[in-house]
């Protein structure tokens, strides 16, 4: 299963999480996770796409518009940030805290909180962020990420749990090549994009039709940028 970040990431806990015995293939971008998949490299692909925090990530919303995999699944990974350092470093060393934009976002009134002078830099992945302190030696710079990317890098971790809320979950999708076609034996969950041209109304039509059948009303509605034809949107 192809994620974005390197070992230690939160995608690759929600892989395991999704598929115990999958084998986790680490990818620079997300691009690259979904190419991955689109040769055969991979067989599914795993993408964060919402946080009970930070709200959509619209930005993956537009990598699946952009391709053509499928959503086959989908995992809530509770998540549990930790402060990451080199051994020995203090708190009041820190000058510097990297990491993805999404933990940087998660955590910002915990970390005002703590009192922390310390400047954000947005980095790829969380884990990633551990790794990069630990290959470059940073004293002054901490990285915020999950107690398994402590233990692989070798950091200490300085705070646990400082995301600004306790029940910070993601949602990730799985991506396949493949789509599963819905049966009836049981509830399945769809995604549907809309592409709104100007003055015509779709999404209030098909709304309606959905509330005239009493279809259940969609729990996720995202605005995506809608590749360049206008404003899409999507649930
Ligand atoms: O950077 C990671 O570890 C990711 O998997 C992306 C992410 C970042 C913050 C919360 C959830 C997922």
Redesign the pocket.
């Known amino acids: 299963m192809a994620?974005?970040?390197v070992p230690g990431?939160?995608?690759?806990a929600?892989a395991g999480k999704a598929y115990p015995n999958c084998d986790p293939i680490p990818c620079d971008q997300f691009e690259v996770a979904f190419q991955a998949v689109e040769i055969w490299i991979a067989d599914r692909a795993v993408l964060?796409v919402e946080?009970s925090l930070g709200g959509s990530i619209h930005r993956n919303y537009d990598l699946l518009l952009r391709h053509r995999l499928h959503i086959v699944g989908e995992v809530q990974l509770p998540?549990h940030h930790c402060l990451l350092a080199l051994p020995g470093v203090r708190m009041e060393h820190i000058t510097r805290i990297i990491s993805?934009p999404?933990?940087l976002s998660?955590c910002e009134n915990t970390l005002t909180k703590m009192g922390l002078n310390a400047s954000r830099e947005a980095v790829d992945?969380?884990?990633?962020a551990a790794e990069y302190i630990a290959t470059n030696n940073l004293r002054n710079t901490a990285a915020i990420?999950?107690v398994r990317a402590a233990e692989l890098y070798g950091l200490q971790t300085l705070a646990k749990g400082i995301q600004d809320d306790s029940s910070n979950v993601?949602r990730f999708v799985i991506l396949s090549r493949e789509p599963i076609i819905p049966r009836i034996d049981r509830p399945f969950k769809t995604s549907i994009v809309f592409v709104q041209e100007k003055g015509t109304n779709i999404l209030f039509k098909v709304l309606s039709s959905f509330a005239f059948r009493n279809f259940g009303l969609p729990c996720n509605f995202e605005m995506v940028s809608g590749l360049g034809r206008g404003p899409a949107v999507q649930f």
């Open positions: 994620y974005q970040g990431a939160y995608s690759e929600a964060p946080n998540i993805h999404q933990a998660q992945d969380t884990a990633g990420a999950s993601t």
